[in-house]
C-alpha cells in the first residue's frame, strides 16, 4: 500500500467512526477542508461513494461500513503493537496472564521461559491451561493462545510458532494386537484414545486431509482425557491410538515406544497464536512478553 493509501484510509476509518469531520480532523490533527478533500479523492478513485452526507451527520454507506469492516482491525492492530513498543523503552515489571492449551506449553512456552523469566526479573508470568475457547476479556486474562485457524478476526494476533503438525500414534504392543489402519475410516475398528472438549463438552473428532479435501472423523473408544499429554502417555502404555501435535511424540517416536500411521492422511495447522484484544491499555511486562515469544522463521 502506498503511503497516500495509507492515509486515506486512516482519515475514512477516523470519519467514519466519529460521524463527523469536525471531530475527525481534530482526532488526526489536520482541517477539515483538507480532510473532506482526502475522502473525496478516495472515493473518486474508487469510483464508489463510502460516506453519507447531510448537513447534520455523516454516516458511511452499505460498502463504507464494509470497508471499515475490512480495515479496522488492521489499523487497530498497528495502533496496539506502538503502544507495546512504546512500553518497552521502560523497564518492563508486572505480572501477565495467559491462558493456553496443554500442549502450547510444551510446543512454545517451555524451551524459552527460563531465557525470559531471567532476563525479566521483574516480571512473573501465569500459564493457565485450559483447552475452550476461553473468553479472555470476561476471564481477565491478557491473552490467550490458539492454532491460527481458531483466531477472531476481532483481536490481534502474534505468530509464537512454526505450523503444527498432527498425526495418529500407538505403541508397537498395541499394534501386535490389531493391525494398523489403512485409512481413517477403519479407525472405527480400533481403540481410540479421545479427548473430551471442555467448551462444549463433546468429544473432539479428528481431523484429517488428503488431495485437498477436509473431513472429521468421531472416534471410539474405552479411554477419555481432557488433555492431549495423558492421550499420548495412553497411546504408550498400548491402550490405543492417540491422535496429537507430532512435535508432541516425536522423542517416543524416535525411541520406538510409538509409531505413526496414515502419514499420508494427517493435516498440518498453522500454528500457535497469541492473541489479544487491541483496545486494552497493556503493561509494559506484556509488551516484553509478546516481543520476547513472537515466532520469528529461519
Not at 2 to 21: C, G, K, P, Q, W
Not at 188 to 196: D, G, S, T
Not at 220 to 235: E, K
Request: aromatic share 10%; net charge negative.
Amino acid at each position: 500500500m502506498r503511503r497516500d493509501e495509507f492515509t486515506e484510509m486512516r482519515a475514512f476509518l477516523e470519519v467514519a467512526r466519529e460521524r463527523s469531520f469536525t471531530r475527525a480532523a481534530a482526532k488526526l490533527g489536520v482541517t477539515r477542508s483538507a480532510l473532506s478533500h482526502t475522502i473525496r479523492t478516495l472515493e473518486e478513485r474508487l469510483g464508489i461513494r463510502l460516506l453519507s452526507r447531510t448537513t447534520r451527520d455523516v454516516a458511511p454507506t452499505a460498502v463504507g461500513d464494509r470497508l471499515v469492516q475490512s480495515i479496522e482491525h488492521h489499523f487497530e492492530g498497528i495502533t496496539a503493537e506502538i503502544a507495546a513498543l512504546k512500553a518497552m523503552s521502560d523497564k518492563p515489571s508486572g505480572h501477565v496472564r495467559i491462558v493456553c492449551p496443554d500442549d502450547a506449553v510444551d510446543l512454545v512456552f517451555r524451551a524459552r521461559l527460563p531465557a525470559f523469566l531471567r532476563e525479566y526479573a521483574d516480571i512473573t508470568v501465569e500459564l493457565i491451561v485450559d483447552n475452550g475457547f476461553t473468553n479472555i476479556v470476561e476471564r481477565q486474562f491478557d491473552a490467550g493462545v490458539r492454532l491460527g485457524e481458531a483466531i477472531a478476526r476481532d483481536m490481534v494476533a502474534v505468530r509464537l510458532g512454526p505450523d503444527v503438525s498432527y498425526c495418529v500414534v500407538g505403541s508397537p504392543e498395541y499394534f501386535e494386537r490389531r493391525a494398523a489402519p489403512e485409512s481413517p475410516q477403519a479407525l472405527a475398528e480400533h481403540n481410540c484414545v479421545n479427548l473430551r472438549l471442555p467448551t462444549s463438552g463433546g468429544l473432539y473428532a479428528w481431523e484429517f486431509e488428503k488431495d485437498g479435501r477436509e473431513f472429521s472423523v468421531r472416534v471410539d473408544g474405552q479411554l477419555v482425557y481432557s488433555n492431549i499429554g495423558s492421550a499420548i502417555d495412553a497411546a504408550v502404555d498400548g491402550v490405543g491410538l492417540a491422535y496429537a501435535p507430532k512435535d508432541l511424540v516425536r522423542r517416543q517416536l524416535e525411541e520406538g515406544r510409538l509409531k505413526e500411521v496414515l502419514q499420508e492422511w494427517c493435516p498440518t495447522f498453522q500454528g500457535y497464536h497469541l492473541y489479544y484484544p487491541s483496545r486494552r491499555n497493556h503493561s509494559s511486562a506484556f509488551a516484553a512478553f509478546v516481543e520476547a515469544f513472537r515466532y520469528r522463521s529461519a
